[in-house]
């Protein structure tokens, strides 16, 4: 069992940046593919990125690349979500998530440990 914790969210205005941070407890986050994925309200809960294990491979949404960037500490059993140029529809909830250290799995069913969400709040 892993146990997962998000902090850093908030309200920013448009183009501006913010980091979350994913803190895990209860088994080394070596052991599993991290992921971030959002949820707007009367959306679908959807991808924003994952990270290998390792730390060696990441994938991104489309509607994220070039201004997110995931990026792990094992030693600190902590993921971090940076966020830049931030755009209104980027609002949402965003979680962490843990899954197989198999594969970095893309599909929400992939991953196993959640957190309990972050607000995300960009306003124009």
């Known amino acids: 069992q892993v146990y997962l914790v998000e902090s850093g969210g908030g309200l920013v205005q448009a183009g501006g940046s913010l980091r979350l941070s994913c803190a895990a407890s209860?088994?080394?986050?070596?052991?599993?593919?991290m992921g971030w994925f959002r949820q707007a309200p009367g959306k679908e809960r959807e991808l924003v990125g994952a990270i290998s294990w390792s730390g060696y491979s990441t994938t991104y949404a489309d509607s994220v690349k070039g201004r997110f960037t995931i990026s792990r500490d094992n030693r600190k059993n902590t993921v971090y979500l940076q966020m830049n140029s931030l755009k209104p529809e980027d609002t949402a909830v965003y979680y962490c998530?843990?899954?197989?250290?198999?594969?970095?799995?893309?599909?929400?069913?992939?991953?196993?440990?959640w957190g309990q969400g972050s607000q995300v709040t960009v306003s124009s």
């Open positions: 998530a843990a899954g197989s250290r198999l594969r970095v799995g893309v599909n929400a069913v992939e991953y196993n440990y």
């Open positions: 209860g088994r080394t986050l070596s052991s599993y593919t």
